[in-house]
T-cell receptor
Framework: AQKVTQAQTEISVVEKEDVTLDCVYE???????LFWYKQPPSGELVFLIR??????QNEISGRYSWNFQKSTSSFNFTITASQVVDSAVYFC?????????????FGSGTQLTVLP | ETGVTQSPTHLIKTRGQQVTLRCSSQ?????VSWYQQALGQGPQFIFQ???????GRGNFPPRFSGLQFPNYSSELNVNALELDDSALYLC??????????????FGSGTRLTVV
């Protein structure tokens, strides 16, 4: 069975601070995908990144960066110089790479509030 | 390229009634998945449709059923509504080919309230 844990329920930071959102996962699959999604108040899940389990290189996209460590089953997400527009709920998710349905298993989310 | 659209955006139903939610897939996508997101929780997988057949199902009772049409749009039907069915229902489309699934595009969801 797959499981994703986001231990941080809520985080509040002041604008321009850096913030890291933690994600720990469990899976028996040797090949899998990890995702991060952003959910603003409108409800739509906005795709941020997909990472293949074979690729442990860290990735940076503008103010966003991701640290994937297979040894600790973690896929953490850092926002540098946070902005008020970053306020949202962030979800980490896991799916098998092969198989019939490849459903997403989500964590419970982290509510990020960036204060001006 | 149009995204995933869901209708209606909000809905209020009475316990015991039936409801149908609709989803139009993103252009070029052939797979549709439905998720239920209760307040304060992460989305939970309900089921997925590929080539008009159910292709996987989460831990939901049979009163949750669906359809996928030749144009890849989809419906989620819920019978005998219960108060706990109140949630945001999200539809996600994707392209599945050659045994691989290339990412998911989500709609904005339908907020269902059962009273």
């Amino acid at each position: 069975a797959q499981k994703v844990t986001q231990a941080q329920t809520e985080i509040s930071v002041v604008e321009k601070e850096d913030v890291t959102l933690d994600c720990v996962y469990e899976t028996r699959d040797t090949t899998y995908y990890l995702f991060w999604y952003k959910q603003p108040p409108s409800g739509e899940l906005v795709f941020l990144i997909r990472r293949n389990s074979f690729d442990e290189q860290n990735e940076i996209s503008g103010r966003y960066s991701w640290n994937f460590q297979k040894s600790t089953s973690s896929f953490n997400f850092t926002i540098t110089a946070s902005q008020v527009v970053d306020s949202a709920v962030y979800f980490c998710a896991l799916s098998e790479a092969f198989g019939s349905a490849r459903q997403l298993t989500f964590g419970s989310g982290t509510q990020l509030t960036v204060l001006p | 390229e149009t995204g995933v659209t869901q209708s209606p955006t909000h809905l209020i139903k009475t316990r015991g009634q039936q409801v149908t939610l609709r989803c139009s897939s993103q252009s070029g996508h052939n797979t549709v998945s439905w998720y239920q997101q209760a307040l304060g929780q992460g989305p939970q997988f309900i089921f997925q449709y590929y080539r008009e057949e159910e292709n996987g199902r989460g831990n939901f009772p049979p009163r949750f059923s669906g359809l996928q049409f030749p144009n890849y749009s989809s419906e989620l039907n819920v019978n005998a509504l219960e108060l706990d069915d109140s949630a945001l229902y999200l539809c996600a489309s994707s392209l599945a080919t050659g045994g691989l699934n290339y990412g998911y595009t989500f709609g904005s969801g339908t907020r269902l309230t059962v009273v």
